[in-house]
């Protein structure tokens, strides 16, 4: 660990939590460094690294609106419309990344400023509009400006909507091109837009501060700043921490990844109590961390349990505005950590906690690198379907935007979903009035909305386990919500008391008893009753325990499904051996391949079907045979069989190799036909008859 990190470390929780939301939030480290010079020429610039990344995107495909950033903010009161779009002109003018345009200089992507670029306040009447429709109706059309591309090289690069609702009644939509903004500078234009209005509709002067510089002086500044040995330094960490880290996160998806990401997603919005939120905060005051570490080593512990996976990276956004003179800035500063943590060897959440507060500490020690240089530096493999070093975002806003009021006006943001999602999964947290917000935005084309409702719903459970048991290792820390619980309990519920000491030709030989007149069987018109089957079954089970069929004994059963074959059967039953089914449209080659892998001694067959057997095969034809059958003694045999025996063999499909046997004991067999009369609907329940061939 170098100095730097070294000194991070020894701070305290509160210490590294107020440097954590300089970092990450609306507060500036306002660190002393030497100034940013302004650019001398007032030409093309070169591109920042973040934008140079966004633009290359770009020109893969003009129409991707991947990027495009949207915000809503409800007006409540009587609103000055002139006055609003002249505060939003003079932002404009202020800013020189909101007029900028991006072109090729000699082969080189460049920014432009253009001098006097306009952007209109456009305004939708939807006066029209009931109070039950506003949500919705206000949701398609932020999402609408939001799915319109926009021309870098034409400009202006952000769009602005005025929602007129009632008189007094308005929502703002303003889309920006990530190219030259982020979320600070969200909050940058809307107080700069808040105090300009307040001047123009009051009739006062418009009062701020001027700016130091402009985002193409940083964007320069940057290009010169990031080589020899600052650029080495910064460098020589990410490349060392995340050397042979894991190409994917394997969490499991409800559909195949497609070829090409179309970022098209959703978000799914849930809510943290303030007493658990309250308790992660002890946790991490315990650990000498804070509550992004905590959140953090929860997200990766969810991760780890759904992927399977130890080795885990999650990226998060920073600001990066770590020079005084970037504060009022708008342009696009913000910068991505990808950070790696090993939770291999089952810790417990402490450990884990430990772990991710090592990463989070080195990775802020070295957030200067940005992420682009990162990702050409390491040459990972591209690929359009999933996101490079890693497909996870995670985020802790502890000062979130707050309505505020202007003269004779409310603002309050508003949440909107754009429709898009950047990486399969992003979870976001929030400090609210009543704990956390929580919102976990997700790729439709990898989730479906019922799987996010329960990830959520783990985390939350996760979570609650944490805060009561800190000490637990990451295995034995609780997911299932209760009705979760509930169905596992039932689903492993198995001592239903079937009795297991049942065999079937018995159970059949007592019904035989009490219906004997009964029909059982209904083939072609002809009818057999219970007795009947039961003295045709008794007959041919002595004649088989007659040529020495008893316990354990394979007998194989080749037959037309007729009502010879449910004689066959229940005799093989009768007489203490197990029957093996073999299919006669199977090949002569499967069939051989079942008689030899069972250990077939005899097989109960007809003449026409005795040439289907394979060499070796004790063919017994019970239709040339039946005189000799019907000559048995009608009584069932006594065979000793237990329910431990083997009741009959049956054969997977083969279909990823050689059909393999698996052997079924009388009891299971009993059980399973119990289970079927208890279970299965319908008035008549004493008569169930299984539905799938005898094969099965």
């Given at each position: 660990?170098?100095?730097?990190?070294?000194?991070?470390?020894?701070?305290?929780?509160?210490?590294?939590?107020?440097?954590?939301?300089?970092?990450?939030?609306?507060?500036?480290?306002?660190?002393?460094?030497?100034p940013?010079?302004?650019?001398?020429?007032?030409?093309?610039v070169?591109?920042?690294?973040?934008?140079?990344r966004?633009?290359?995107?770009?020109?893969?495909?003009?129409?991707?609106?991947a990027?495009?950033?949207?915000?809503?903010?409800?007006?409540?009161?009587?609103?000055?419309?002139?006055?609003?779009?002249?505060?939003?002109?003079?932002?404009?003018?202020?800013?020189?990344?909101?007029?900028?345009?991006?072109?090729?200089?000699?082969?080189?992507?460049?920014?432009?400023?253009?001098?006097?670029?306009?952007?209109?306040?456009?305004?939708?009447?939807?006066?029209?509009?009931?109070?039950?429709?506003?949500?919705?109706?206000?949701?398609?059309?932020?999402?609408?400006?939001q799915?319109?591309?926009f021309?870098?090289?034409?400009?202006?690069l952000?769009?602005?909507?005025?929602?007129?609702?009632?008189?007094?009644?308005?929502?703002?939509?303003?889309?920006?091109?990530?190219?030259?903004?982020?979320?600070?500078?969200r909050?940058?234009?809307?107080?700069?837009?808040s105090?300009?209005?307040?001047?123009?509709?009051?009739?006062?002067?418009?009062?701020?501060?001027?700016?130091?510089?402009?985002?193409?002086?940083?964007?320069?500044?940057?290009?010169?700043?990031?080589?020899?040995?600052?650029?080495?330094?910064?460098?020589?960490?990410?490349?060392?921490?995340?050397?042979?880290?894991?190409?994917?996160?394997?969490?499991?998806?409800?559909?195949?990844?497609?070829?090409?990401?179309?970022?098209?997603?959703?978000?799914?919005?849930?809510?943290?109590?303030?007493?658990?939120?309250?308790?992660?905060?002890?946790?991490?005051?315990?650990?000498?961390?804070?509550?992004?570490?905590?959140?953090?080593?929860?997200?990766?512990?969810?991760?780890?349990?759904?992927?399977?996976?130890?080795?885990?990276?999650?990226?998060?956004?920073?600001?990066?505005?770590?020079?005084?003179?970037?504060?009022?800035?708008?342009?696009?500063?913000?910068?991505?950590?990808?950070?790696?943590?090993?939770?291999?060897?089952?810790?417990?959440?402490?450990?884990?906690?430990?772990?991710?507060?090592?990463?989070?500490?080195?990775?802020?020690?070295?957030?200067?690198?940005?992420f682009?240089r990162?990702?050409?530096?390491?040459?990972?493999?591209?690929?359009?379907?999933?996101?490079?070093?890693?497909?996870?975002?995670?985020?802790?806003?502890?000062?979130?935007?707050?309505?505020?009021?202007?003269?004779?006006?409310?603002?309050?943001p508003?949440?909107?979903?754009?429709?898009?999602?950047?990486?399969?999964?992003t979870?976001?947290?929030?400090?609210?009035e009543?704990?956390?917000?929580?919102?976990?935005?997700y790729?439709?084309?990898?989730f479906?909305?019922?799987?996010?409702?329960?990830?959520?719903?783990?985390?939350?459970?996760?979570?609650?386990?944490?805060?009561?048991?800190?000490?637990?290792?990451?295995?034995?820390?609780?997911m299932?919500?209760?009705?979760?619980?509930?169905?596992?309990?039932?689903?492993?519920?198995?001592?239903?008391?079937y009795?297991?000491?049942?065999?079937?030709?018995?159970?059949?030989?007592?019904?035989?008893a009490?219906?004997?007149?009964?029909?059982?069987?209904?083939?072609?018109?002809?009818?057999?009753?219970?007795?009947?089957?039961?003295?045709?079954a008794?007959?041919?089970?002595?004649?088989?325990?007659?040529?020495?069929?008893?316990?354990?004994?394979?007998?194989?059963?080749?037959?037309?499904?007729?009502?010879?074959?449910?004689?066959?059967?229940?005799?093989?039953?009768?007489?203490?051996?197990?029957?093996?089914?073999?299919?006669?449209?199977?090949p002569?080659?499967?069939?051989?391949?079942?008689?030899?892998?069972?250990?077939?001694?005899?097989?109960?067959?007809?003449?026409?079907?005795?040439?289907?057997?394979?060499?070796?095969?004790?063919?017994?034809?019970?239709?040339?045979?039946?005189?000799?059958?019907?000559?048995?003694?009608?009584?069932?045999?006594?065979?000793?069989?237990?329910?431990?025996?083997?009741?009959?063999?049956?054969?997977?499909?083969?279909?990823?190799?050689?059909?393999?046997?698996?052997?079924?004991?009388?009891?299971?067999?009993?059980?399973?036909?119990?289970?079927?009369?208890?279970?299965?609907?319908?008035?008549?329940?004493?008569?169930?008859?299984?539905?799938t061939?005898?094969?099965?």
């Amino acid at each position: 660990m170098d100095q730097l990190a070294e000194r991070l470390a020894r701070l305290s929780p509160e210490q590294l939590a107020e440097l954590m939301r300089r970092t990450r939030g609306r507060q500036p480290a306002g660190a002393p460094h030497a100034p940013i010079p302004r650019r001398a020429a007032t030409g093309p610039v070169p591109l920042s690294f973040a934008q140079r990344r966004l633009w290359f995107v770009q020109q893969l495909d003009a129409a991707n609106v991947a990027y495009n950033m949207v915000a809503a903010t409800r007006l409540d009161g009587a609103l000055d419309a002139d006055a609003l779009g002249r505060a939003l002109d003079a932002v404009v003018q202020r800013h020189e990344a909101l007029r900028t345009v991006f072109v090729s200089a000699d082969g080189e992507p460049a920014q432009r400023v253009v001098q006097g670029m306009r952007v209109p306040l456009d305004v939708d009447d939807l006066g029209g509009i009931g109070p039950a429709d506003e949500e919705a109706e206000v949701g398609r059309r932020a999402r609408a400006e939001q799915a319109r591309p926009f021309d870098l090289e034409a400009g202006p690069l952000l769009r602005a909507r005025l929602l007129r609702i009632a008189p007094e009644r308005h929502v703002l939509l303003m889309v920006m091109h990530h190219v030259i903004s982020d979320g600070w500078s969200r909050g940058v234009i809307v107080r700069e837009i808040s105090s300009l209005y307040t001047a123009f509709s009051t009739g006062g002067e418009a009062e701020l501060s001027p700016l130091p510089i402009q985002y193409p002086d940083y964007a320069a500044w940057q290009r010169e700043r990031l080589q020899g040995a600052v650029l080495a330094e910064q460098l020589a960490y990410w490349t060392g921490r995340l050397a042979n880290a894991p190409a994917a996160l394997q969490i499991p998806t409800d559909h195949p990844r497609p070829a090409a990401q179309s970022h098209a997603g959703r978000t799914h919005r849930f809510r943290l109590s303030r007493e658990l939120a309250g308790a992660l905060r002890e946790i991490a005051r315990e650990e000498g961390a804070t509550l992004f570490m905590v959140l953090l080593a929860a997200f990766k512990a969810l991760l780890a349990r759904y992927s399977g996976q130890a080795d885990l990276v999650v990226g998060t956004p920073v600001a990066n505005r770590g020079r005084a003179e970037t504060e009022g800035l708008v342009g696009f500063f913000a910068n991505t950590l990808a950070l790696r943590t090993d939770l291999s060897g089952d810790p417990t959440f402490r450990e884990a906690l430990a772990r991710v507060r090592d990463t989070a500490v080195g990775a802020y020690a070295h957030e200067e690198l940005p992420f682009e240089r990162l990702v050409e530096e390491l040459r990972t493999e591209r690929s359009l379907g999933r996101g490079q070093l890693f497909q996870v975002m995670f985020l802790l806003d502890e000062a979130p935007p707050r309505a505020f009021d202007l003269p004779g006006l409310r603002l309050a943001p508003l949440e909107v979903d754009a429709g898009t999602s950047m990486f399969d999964l992003t979870l976001g947290l929030e400090r609210a009035e009543d704990g956390l917000a929580g919102r976990l935005e997700y790729a439709t084309d990898l989730f479906d909305a019922p799987t996010i409702e329960r990830m959520a719903e783990h985390f939350g459970v996760l979570l609650r386990g944490i805060a009561a048991a800190p000490d637990t290792r990451l295995s034995r820390l609780p997911m299932q919500t209760p009705a979760e619980r509930d169905l596992l309990a039932a689903w492993n519920a198995t001592d239903a008391g079937y009795p297991a000491d049942h065999l079937v030709h018995r159970l059949f030989a007592e019904q035989a008893a009490r219906t004997p007149d009964t029909a059982a069987l209904v083939f072609h018109g002809e009818t057999t009753s219970y007795a009947e089957l039961d003295v045709r079954a008794n007959r041919l089970a002595n004649h088989l325990r007659g040529v020495g069929v008893a316990p354990e004994h394979r007998v194989g059963v080749c037959l037309e499904r007729t009502p010879e074959m449910i004689v066959a059967l229940l005799a093989v039953l009768k007489a203490g051996g197990a029957y093996v089914p073999l299919d006669p449209a199977y090949p002569r080659e499967r069939l051989g391949h079942m008689v030899r892998d069972a250990g077939v001694r005899v097989v109960l067959a007809t003449a026409d079907l005795a040439d289907r057997l394979p060499e070796g095969a004790e063919a017994l034809c019970i239709d040339t045979l039946r005189a000799r059958i019907s000559a048995e003694s009608s009584a069932a045999p006594e065979s000793g069989v237990t329910g431990e025996n083997l009741s009959h063999v049956i054969f997977t499909s083969g279909s990823t190799g050689r059909p393999k046997g698996v052997m079924i004991r009388h009891a299971s067999t009993a059980i399973l036909l119990h289970w079927m009369r208890d279970n299965v609907s319908g008035e008549e329940r004493s008569s169930v008859l299984g539905s799938t061939s005898i094969s099965f």
